[in-house]
């Protein structure tokens, strides 16, 4: 029964979906403001329709919270004796789910869009409620019609497959719903840039109307992405932080258009210029999140992490990729030539540097995506390749690092124009910081070329990405351009630890007996014991060591190798200490005959700044987004005070 | 600069001319780093230069996994039904790697015709073929289990 309510509060929900979209085009032909006419519906349409979808997905959590193996999908991928965490993060853990969550947020972002959103013109809001309504159909579409998640198996199972081993962790359960949350919000953003073209309402109240959401959406992704990486890091246990995978690349696609599409967006926000530029981006954004979305699902290109694969799904992806993005594009060559141009500005000026960083970024997402896809296209002509860090690392660096030239300079430049030889100090104490770290580099040699320009590089945008705060009041200043340094900041953070991790790396691999110690950078190994143990759904060989920094204290290390009965699957678990300079990173194998143990070492100096960097980014986003909404709800607070006084004084 | 559309021209010619830049840089680069995909009857008929990356995807054969007396090094052959390549590795082997069953190998060939892999391959999943065998038919897979269960 719960399902049967689950899969009819879908049906509702697309059919509003549906009328959403005629109400919304419809009156489009009308002018606004007339409440009597069919737009009217749209708004309470799209609440309904988020309303109909949270029930449906709050069914699939209750399925799966009693585990109902009636219902295949629990089936296919729960089991009676999971802990009940897992057990609920299998409802979006699988292909199913995760697209009836996707769907889920998205109608929550169009309801909240329909009850706060009063910026905009009302016809440009309907227009973006329709274009949402027409991007929700196809996923509607999608689930109802290829991936049910409330179908029924019939005789019920007698017990569940369980849910892939590698998946049950804390880490991963809430890791594929951010990166939705981002995908979602750019899907919104697509709306907002769709509807404004439609309308040709290209206005900074539009690119104010949508930042917002593509905050939102890039904070979501960039703490997916920098827990995702995490994640490989220490699951896999390969002691790598970044695969260049085409699951990872598909999460860093629509992370760089979306960083693109904030920059371009605040330059329309702020200086009404950029009007095509940021529309076009909104839509490569949301283009990037579908083919991220097609090449995790269609398993299309092999990839170690890829899961749910099948090529009728991916297929249906497809279809709607080319629907949105082409529709879009049309909608864009039909309309762009109308959005008029906004203002002027010298090359030399914040919009100028904005510019620069923009068209870097999208080299670099080009040639994420020429290299991702590239498998594809030679596999069409028969030659199997594989494209990996070779091709990556110094391909992106060669537009990286200009960028981030750019971004250490850009944000002392002021709007419109600006000369170099105003901000010659601030010049000079980056070209210090960065001839300093070069020397330091050299002086420690070893470090091979990327690592090294990443540790120049790096340390001079720490100190640039400061400079703005000189000379201002620190407590007057607002809290976006707060967001701005510190994630600035971030990215600097995150660069020295990639470039540190890189140089300075050391890996020990060998067999030792139980209580031979082994040495491994600055830390000597013991080997105590290696002990069984059991978990829920789990047993484990478990070795203990003892762990000595430079001859100091002993801390206990404890990795496993794990093996899993539902399904029957090995992991690895390695064990982690984290040092302020560094991490050492363990993981026992194998027995090696003779009473031996597989043991593979890492010291990994400074790695944590990657991750650190990247929560330093998000937390520049999230302070950048409350300063941004916080400045909104003033202005309109005092908006309706001047029309309460004039209406006042009418009477 | 003076003029707007002057300005908006400039803007598009340069945002233009990098797009290509990078499209260039990326497919010259992809030329000479994509490594290429071999099953062992290629690498046998049309082999690599020693040292060019390439991966290497078969089925490890039974009874082939010897590990070395440093407890850490293993060696095995990787075959594919009508050829066999010796494959060597360092290394903590993935969770599903066993013989008889699939394996992707990142690594080169070295000029005594061992390959030599730095990365082993064994997707997360006990069912797991690598993609690029799902193309072999029933018969084919049928052979490389015969042959290697011999």
Same mark, same amino acid.
């Given at each position: 029964?719960?399902?049967?309510?689950?899969?009819?509060?879908?049906?509702?929900?697309?059919?509003?979906?549906?009328?959403?979209?005629?109400?919304?085009?419809?009156?489009?032909?009308?002018?606004?403001?007339?409440?009597?006419?069919?737009?009217?519906?749209?708004?309470?349409?799209?609440?309904?329709?988020?309303?109909?979808?949270?029930?449906?997905?709050?069914?699939?959590?209750?399925?799966?919270?009693?585990?109902?193996?009636?219902?295949?999908?629990?089936?296919?991928?729960?089991?009676?004796?999971?802990?009940?965490?897992?057990?609920?993060?299998?409802?979006?853990?699988?292909?199913?789910?995760?697209?009836?969550?996707? =769907?889920?947020?998205?109608?929550?972002?169009?309801?909240?869009?329909? +009850?706060?959103? !009063?910026?905009?013109?009302? !016809?440009?809001?309907?227009?973006?409620?329709?274009?949402?309504?027409?991007?929700?159909?196809?996923?509607?579409?999608?689930?109802?019609?290829?991936?049910?998640?409330?179908?029924?198996?019939?005789?019920?199972?007698?017990?569940?497959?369980?849910?892939?081993?590698?998946?049950?962790?804390?880490?991963? #359960?809430?890791?594929?719903?951010?990166?939705?949350?981002?995908?979602? /919000?750019?899907?919104?953003?697509?709306?907002?840039?769709?509807?404004?073209?439609?309308?040709?309402?290209?206005?900074?109240?539009? $690119?104010?109307?949508?930042?917002?959401?593509?905050?939102?959406?890039?904070?979501?992704?960039?703490?997916?992405?920098?827990?995702?990486?995490?994640?490989?890091?220490?699951?896999?246990?390969?002691?790598?932080?970044?695969?260049?995978?085409?699951?990872?690349?598909?999460?860093?696609?629509?992370?760089?258009?979306?960083?693109?599409?904030?920059?371009? $967006?605040?330059?329309?926000?702020?200086?009404?210029?950029?009007?095509?530029?940021?529309?076009?981006?909104?839509?490569?954004?949301?283009?990037?999140?579908?083919?991220?979305?097609?090449?995790?699902?269609?398993?299309?290109?092999?990839?170690?992490?890829?899961?749910?694969?099948?090529?009728?799904?991916?297929?249906?992806?497809?279809?709607?990729?080319?629907?949105?993005?082409?529709?879009?594009?049309?909608?864009?060559?039909?309309? $762009?030539?109308?959005?008029?141009?906004?203002?002027?500005?010298?090359?030399?000026?914040?919009?100028?540097?904005?510019? =620069?960083?923009?068209?870097?970024?999208? #080299?670099?997402?080009?040639?994420?995506?020429?290299?991702?896809?590239?498998?594809?296209?030679?596999?069409?002509?028969? =030659?199997?390749?594989?494209?990996?860090?070779?091709?990556?690392?110094?391909?992106?660096?060669?537009?990286?690092?200009?960028?981030?030239?750019?971004?250490?300079?850009?944000?002392?430049?002021?709007?419109?124009?600006?000369?170099?030889?105003?901000?010659?100090?601030?010049?000079?104490?980056?070209?210090?910081?960065?001839?300093?770290?070069?020397?330091?580099?050299?002086?420690? #040699?070893?470090?091979? +070329?990327?690592?090294?320009? /990443? +540790?120049?590089?790096?340390?001079?945008?720490?100190?640039?990405?400061?400079?703005?705060?000189?000379?201002?009041?620190?407590?007057?200043?607002?809290?976006?351009?707060? /967001?701005?340094?510190?994630?600035?900041?971030?990215?600097?953070?995150?660069?020295?630890?990639?470039?540190?991790?890189?140089?300075?790396?050391?890996?020990?691999?060998?067999?030792?007996?139980?209580?031979?110690?082994?040495?491994?950078?600055?830390?000597?190994?013991?080997?105590?014991?290696?002990?069984?143990?059991? /978990?829920?759904?789990?047993?484990?060989?478990?070795?203990?060591?003892?762990? !000595?920094?430079?001859?100091?204290?002993?801390?206990?290390?404890?990795?496993?190798?794990?093996?899993?009965?539902?399904?029957?699957?090995?992991?690895?678990?390695?064990?982690?200490?984290?040092?302020?300079?560094?991490?050492?990173?363990?993981?026992?194998?194998?027995? #090696?005959?003779?009473?031996?143990?597989?043991?593979?070492?890492?010291?990994?100096?400074?790695?944590? +700044?990657?991750?650190?960097?990247?929560?330093?980014?998000?937390?520049?986003?999230?302070?950048?987004?409350?300063?941004?909404?916080?400045?909104?709800?003033?202005?309109?607070? $005092?908006?309706? !005070?001047?029309?309460?006084?004039?209406?006042?004084?009418?009477? | 600069?003076?003029?707007?559309?002057?300005?908006?021209?400039?803007?598009?010619?340069?945002?233009?001319?990098?797009?290509?830049?990078?499209?260039?840089?990326?497919?010259?680069?992809?030329?000479?780093?994509?490594?290429?995909?071999?099953?062992?009857?290629?690498?046998?008929?049309?082999?690599?230069?020693?040292?060019?990356?390439?991966?290497?995807?078969?089925?490890?054969?039974?009874?082939?996994?010897?590990?070395?007396?440093?407890?850490?090094?293993?060696?095995?052959?990787?075959?594919?039904?009508?050829?066999?390549?010796?494959?060597?590795?360092?290394?903590?082997?993935?969770?599903?790697?066993?013989?008889?069953?699939?394996?992707?190998?990142?690594?080169?060939?070295?000029?005594?015709?061992?390959?030599?892999?730095?990365?082993?391959?064994?997707?997360?999943?006990?069912?797991?073929?690598?993609?690029?065998?799902?193309?072999?038919?029933?018969?084919?897979?049928?052979?490389?289990?015969?042959?290697?269960?011999?």
């Amino acid at each position: 029964m719960i399902a049967e309510l689950g899969l009819a509060a879908l049906w509702l929900a697309a059919a509003l979906a549906g009328l959403q979209l005629a109400a919304g085009a419809l009156s489009l032909r009308t002018e606004a403001g007339d409440d009597s006419d069919l737009g009217s519906v749209v708004r309470p349409a799209a609440v309904v329709q988020g309303i109909l979808c949270v029930f449906a997905f709050t069914m699939l959590l209750w399925l799966f919270a009693r585990t109902d193996l009636s219902v295949k999908l629990v089936a296919e991928n729960s089991h009676s004796m999971k802990p009940m965490l897992f057990k609920v993060a299998a409802a979006w853990g699988n292909h199913e789910g995760s697209m009836l969550l996707w =769907v889920t947020v998205m109608s929550i972002a169009g309801a909240l869009i329909a +009850l706060i959103e !009063r910026r905009l013109p009302e !016809r440009t809001m309907r227009a973006t409620l329709a274009a949402q309504a027409f991007v929700g159909l196809g996923f509607y579409a999608f689930l109802l019609f290829s991936s049910n998640p409330f179908e029924r198996l019939n005789p019920p199972a007698l017990e569940g497959l369980g849910l892939n081993p590698l998946l049950q962790d804390i880490g991963l #359960a809430f890791h594929p719903p951010t990166l939705y949350f981002g995908y979602v /919000g750019l899907s919104v953003a697509f709306s907002f840039a769709v509807g404004a073209l439609l309308t040709r309402e290209v206005t900074p109240a539009f $690119a104010r109307a949508m930042r917002p959401w593509v905050l939102g959406a890039w904070i979501f992704l960039t703490v997916g992405i920098t827990a995702g990486s995490y994640w490989a890091y220490y699951e896999l246990g390969w002691g790598g932080w970044w695969f260049w995978d085409p699951v990872e690349n598909a999460s860093l696609m629509p992370w760089l258009a979306a960083t693109a599409l904030l920059h371009s $967006a605040s330059v329309l926000a702020a200086r009404d210029a950029l009007r095509a530029w940021t529309i076009m981006l909104g839509v490569i954004a949301f283009s990037m999140s579908m083919i991220g979305t097609f090449l995790v699902r269609s398993g299309i290109l092999t990839s170690v992490h890829a899961f749910a694969v099948d090529p009728e799904r991916g297929t249906f992806i497809l279809a709607l990729l080319a629907i949105y993005i082409g529709g879009a594009l049309l909608v864009f060559a039909l309309r $762009a030539g109308s959005v008029s141009e906004g203002q002027r500005f010298a090359l030399v000026s914040r919009e100028g540097a904005l510019v =620069v960083n923009n068209v870097m970024l999208s #080299a670099i997402l080009g040639v994420v995506l020429l290299g991702t896809l590239y498998p594809l296209l030679t596999e069409a002509m028969g =030659v199997r390749v594989s494209v990996g860090p070779p091709y990556f690392d110094p391909v992106s660096a060669i537009f990286a690092l200009p960028m981030l030239v750019v971004m250490a300079v850009g944000p002392l430049l002021r709007w419109r124009s600006d000369r170099l030889g105003r901000v010659r100090w601030q010049l000079a104490v980056i070209g210090t910081v960065a001839l300093a770290a070069a020397v330091a580099v050299l002086l420690l #040699a070893g470090a091979g +070329l990327l690592p090294s320009l /990443g +540790l120049v590089f790096g340390a001079a945008l720490l100190v640039a990405s400061v400079l703005p705060l000189k000379g201002r009041s620190l407590r007057l200043l607002p809290l976006a351009t707060w /967001g701005m340094v510190v994630a600035h900041f971030g990215i600097a953070v995150a660069l020295l630890g990639m470039a540190s991790e890189s140089a300075f790396n050391q890996e020990k691999l060998a067999a030792v007996n139980v209580g031979e110690t082994t040495q491994v950078g600055p830390w000597k190994i013991t080997l105590e014991r290696v002990d069984p143990i059991a /978990g829920p759904n789990w047993t484990a060989l478990e070795g203990v060591m003892s762990a !000595r920094y430079d001859g100091g204290a002993p801390i206990v290390v404890t990795p496993q190798a794990r093996t899993f009965w539902a399904p029957p699957q090995e992991t690895t678990e390695s064990a982690l200490v984290t040092r302020w300079n560094g991490q050492l990173y363990a993981v026992i194998g194998k027995e #090696a005959g003779q009473g031996r143990w597989q043991l593979r070492l890492w010291w990994k100096p400074f790695v944590p +700044l990657i991750w650190l960097g990247g929560l330093l980014v998000a937390l520049g986003g999230a302070l950048a987004l409350v300063g941004r909404v916080a400045t909104d709800l003033r202005r309109r607070s $005092a908006q309706r !005070r001047i029309a309460e006084r004039k209406a006042d004084a009418a009477t | 600069m003076h003029q707007p559309k002057h300005q908006r021209l400039a803007l598009v010619v340069i945002a233009v001319v990098v797009l290509i830049a990078a499209s260039l840089i990326a497919t010259w680069a992809l030329r000479g780093e994509a490594s290429l995909f071999y099953v062992p009857s290629q690498l046998v008929s049309d082999p690599p230069a020693p040292g060019r990356a390439v991966r290497l995807g078969g089925m490890v054969e039974q009874g082939s996994v010897v590990t070395r007396p440093d407890g850490v090094t293993i060696d095995f052959v990787v075959g594919d039904g009508k050829a066999r390549v010796p494959v060597e590795y360092s290394g903590i082997v993935p969770d599903l790697f066993k013989e008889g069953s699939g394996v992707v190998a990142d690594g080169r060939m070295q000029a005594n015709g061992v390959f030599k892999a730095d990365t082993l391959l064994a997707k997360h999943d006990e069912n797991y073929v690598p993609r690029e065998l799902q193309d072999m038919t029933a018969a084919q897979k049928q052979a490389v289990v015969e042959d290697t269960t011999k």
